[in-house]
């Protein structure tokens, strides 16, 4: 069973950037997609990357271009570097597998982008 702990958030202003950390404690290594996801106030969780093992990725359209998802199996982590930040990506971030499993899911980082 995966357990992921995700960190890296914070406030920053419109315009910033800030790089997420997922850490797995068991190896990512055999599984296929891994994902972030994010959650803003009011709202439904939403996915809005994803990567395979293969390393092919994939975004939201709210989110292409600024934010880049990467993988290192040997260090069981996932990563989002996210730039050029909008106050509607204010939301806490989670990481998944995609799908997601349920037992999984941690207990997010808070990123708050300031107008």
């Known amino acids: 069973q995966v357990q992921l702990v995700e960190s890296g958030g914070g406030l920053v202003q419109t315009g910033g950037s800030l790089k997420l950390s997922c850490a797995a404690s068991g190896s990512i290594f055999s599984i296929n997609r891994m994902g972030w996801y994010r959650q803003a106030p009011g709202k439904q969780r939403e996915l809005v990357a994803t990567?395979?093992?293969?390393?092919?990725?994939n975004y939201a359209d709210s989110v292409k271009g600024r934010f880049t998802i990467s993988r290192d199996n040997g260090k069981n982590t996932v990563y989002l570097q996210m730039g050029s930040l909008k106050p509607e990506d204010t939301a806490v971030y989670y990481c998944?597998?995609?799908?997601?499993?349920?037992?999984?899911w941690g207990q997010g980082t808070l990123v708050t982008v300031s107008s």
């Open positions: 990567i395979t093992s293969g390393g092919s990725t």
């Open positions: 998944n597998l995609v799908p997601y499993y349920t037992n999984a």
